[in-house]
């Protein structure tokens, strides 16, 4: 399995809700991030986990709520989003948190908070 | 700071003609760059990265370090070669920044 995979591929939820996006490579990297795109915009980075540990937090906001529970799988917990949320979510993983490293991109979900 | 400029929203461009997208880069280190692109309906994928210093789907980017620059070459464009194209460096800090990105439309 050579791809990193990502569920779901569309989300709708209120301001209310809690839902959680799903990320998952069987690549063996020990580096996996959230990115976050907003349209015809670039990625931008939410967090990094390296070797299943928290590394990076882009100042992001508490509503959003990463999760590496192994080395295969990355999850993001949502909760009381705002509509300014809405936006395509990209998981990315890579072999190892360095800067030579290849990340490897998701499909993305795209989320629409109403 | 860490940035990457690209200062072309759209090239557009006939089939055959020559392609150059540009990058330029902002960084005080030795810096990893990366071209992605990201074809319709489809994820971003990596085109090409300066440590490796190939050539894929005849694309070419060369690191200049003098005028901090890393753009994209293509002498033949193709019509499949139409994408979104983003230069991004990783700065050594496990972050990925990228620029703005450049729309390639080749025209029959």
């Known amino acids: 399995d050579t791809e990193v995979t990502q569920t779901p591929k569309h989300l709708v939820m209120g301001m209310t809700n809690k839902k959680s996006l799903k990320c998952e490579q069987h690549m063996g990297h020990r580096a996996m991030y959230w990115y976050k795109q907003k349209a015809k915009k670039p990625p931008e980075l939410m967090f990094v986990?390296?070797?299943?540990?928290?590394?990076i937090n882009e100042s992001v906001p508490s509503r959003f709520s990463p999760e590496c529970p192994n080395s295969s799988l990355l999850n993001l917990h949502l909760h009381a989003l705002q509509p300014e949320d809405s936006a395509l979510y990209l998981c990315a993983s890579s072999r190892r948190a360095r800067e030579e490293e290849t990340q490897y991109f998701g499909p993305g979900t795209r989320l629409l908070v109403l | 700071a860490q940035r990457v400029t690209q200062p072309e929203k759209l090239l557009s461009v006939f089939k055959g003609a020559p392609v150059e997208l540009k990058c330029n880069y902002s960084?005080?280190?030795?810096?990893?760059l990366f071209w992605y692109v990201q074809y319709s309906r489809q994820r971003l994928q990596l085109l090409l990265r300066h440590i490796s210093r190939e050539s894929i789907k005849g694309f070419t980017a060369d690191l200049n370090k003098g005028e901090t620059s890393f753009h994209l070459k293509k002498p033949f464009a193709q019509e499949e070669d139409s994408a979104m194209y983003y230069c991004a460096l990783n700065s050594g800090f496990q972050k990925l920044v990228f620029g703005t990105g450049t729309r390639l439309l080749v025209s029959p």
């Open positions: 960084y005080s280190g030795s810096p990893e």
């Open positions: 986990y390296s070797y299943e540990k928290l590394s």
